[in-house]
């Protein structure tokens, strides 16, 4: 006996019904089914009469580079008047039919990375260019044909120096066709240009800085394996000072009678950077060096306002002082 409480599966052979309701249910069944096929026949003509346009973002898919450069950029105005032109549509789709009316990037743009590279490489290949171009047009010694001057007593404002010279070594002319086509730089302009921490040369062709000499050294040797014969004199132009280093046989044996008080113009000196001994390994300042056997040093004439104290102090050595 069955428990009543129990489920069982329906068993087909267990059911027991006569003919005429076996047609009758089959013919429900029948029925039923025509109509369904009737509805989905019905269904798929519709479907056929209106298609639904595609979505665009499922045909191509375009993501704009990146970085993008100069992205055009939708105003409020221009989004109000899209938008009530495409009222009704898919936002997606709106931005995507603005996006394509953009123009397109070439497609064998680099990458940002490769593109810096390129940018480096190109302003390397420029600087080189720029230097060599440079060296071409650079001379090592002043045009005065190794004239031999008469100084000429004088008490006027020497225009290159801006210092007052009471004598002329070589005449104002001749020191204006020496000095044409060559940028002339007073000790003050000379020291903005060359600025820490590269102290790097004056990016001119052809340069000439301009003072009186108010020290020199005695003559000395370096201390390398062969020693180099050298001495040192400072220039100034009442504010600023520079040393500059003579090395090398010759030009010690050219420019060791240059005389203190001296107005001196310097053409295209190498920049030679220093650090102070004992505090830190920090470059400081700079000094000026030459090292070849050109004839770079102009003698303009000697200086009023720079004279000695005639008294020495413990060292020996005499105090400058200035008249003006």
Not at 38 to 53: G, M
Not at 68 to 75: D, F, I, L, Y
Not at 120 to 145: C, G, L, P
Not at 296 to 312: F, T
């Amino acid at each position: 006996m069955n428990d009543p409480r129990e489920i069982l599966a329906v068993d087909p052979y267990n059911n027991i019904t006569s003919d005429e309701e076996d047609e009758q249910a089959i013919a429900r069944e029948l029925e039923f089914m025509e109509r369904k096929r009737q509805a989905l026949v019905e269904r798929l003509k519709r479907k056929q009469e209106f298609k639904k346009p595609q979505d665009p973002n499922f045909e191509a898919i375009e993501v704009p580079q990146s970085p993008t450069k100069n992205r055009a950029k939708v105003g409020s105005h221009n989004a109000t008047q899209q938008g009530t032109k495409f009222e009704g549509s898919n936002i997606n789709e709106v931005r995507l039919s603005q996006l394509q009316q953009q123009p397109k990037p070439p497609a064998s743009t680099t990458t940002y990375f490769m593109e810096k590279f390129q940018n480096a490489k190109k302003n390397e290949d420029k600087q080189i260019a720029k230097f060599e171009s440079m060296m071409n047009a650079r001379v090592h010694t002043f045009s005065t044909d190794e004239k031999k001057y008469v100084p000429i007593i004088t008490n006027e404002l020497e225009s290159f120096s801006n210092l007052w010279v009471k004598k002329r070594y070589i005449p104002e002319d001749d020191l204006k066709r020496a000095l044409h086509e060559i940028k002339i730089l007073r000790l003050g302009k000379l020291f903005a240009k060359i600025r820490p921490p590269k102290f790097q040369e004056p990016e001119y062709a052809n340069w000439a800085t301009v003072g009186l000499i108010s020290h020199k050294s005695d003559i000395k040797f370096t201390s390398s394996e062969k020693p180099v014969k050298f001495f040192m004199f400072t220039i100034t132009d009442f504010q600023h000072t520079l040393d500059v280093y003579i090395f090398g046989k010759k030009g010690v044996e050219r420019y060791y009678n240059l005389r203190l008080g001296d107005v001196i113009a310097i053409l295209n000196p190498e920049v030679l950077p220093w650090r102070p001994s004992g505090r830190g390994n920090f470059i400081k300042s700079f000094n000026l060096r030459i090292s070849h056997d050109f004839k770079c040093i102009l003698e303009i004439g000697s200086s009023r306002d720079l004279g000695w104290c005639p008294i020495v102090n413990k060292k020996t050595q005499q105090k400058m002082w200035l008249s003006h």
